[in-house]
């Protein structure tokens, strides 16, 4: 299931736990090689998620703050979650093939997290 997306805004769905996503989040569409680069650089906030795509690793360098980073398959299922610190360099999964990121703690509150399956609608 090939996704594919422009860069843009769109809304997150979380599906987990067996209830359907209700709550819709603000979502930034990062795609294009110079949108996927810059990222959250320079942001003091987050207002919802980004989503990286094609995307298997990130870093934190230049960052003003911590994030949570969910790494996705091909699926939209979220094979793990990690908050990390300014200054770090993430691991590449290897089954990922998206990245969402947002201010650290923000995912818990979504319930966001491994396991659970999301779904992006692109506006």
Do not use: C
């Not at 819709?24 to 090689?33: G, K, P, Q, R, V």
């Amino acid at each position: 299931m090939a996704r594919r997306w422009q860069d843009g805004w769109g809304q997150l769905f979380v599906y987990g736990d067996g209830q359907p996503g209700e709550e819709a989040i603000a979502l930034e569409i990062a795609t294009s090689y110079r949108a996927r680069t810059k990222g959250l650089l320079g942001r003091d906030s987050v207002d919802g998620v980004l989503l990286l795509s094609p995307a298997n690793s990130i870093h934190t360098f230049r960052m003003r703050i911590p994030i949570d980073v969910a790494y996705l398959d091909r699926r939209l299922k979220v094979i793990a979650v990690r908050t990390m610190r300014p200054g770090r360099l993430g691991l590449p999964r290897v089954r990922a093939r998206h990245v969402l990121e947002a201010e650290a703690g923000a995912m818990a509150g979504w319930g966001i997290k491994a396991g659970v399956r999301v779904d992006v609608v692109a506006l």
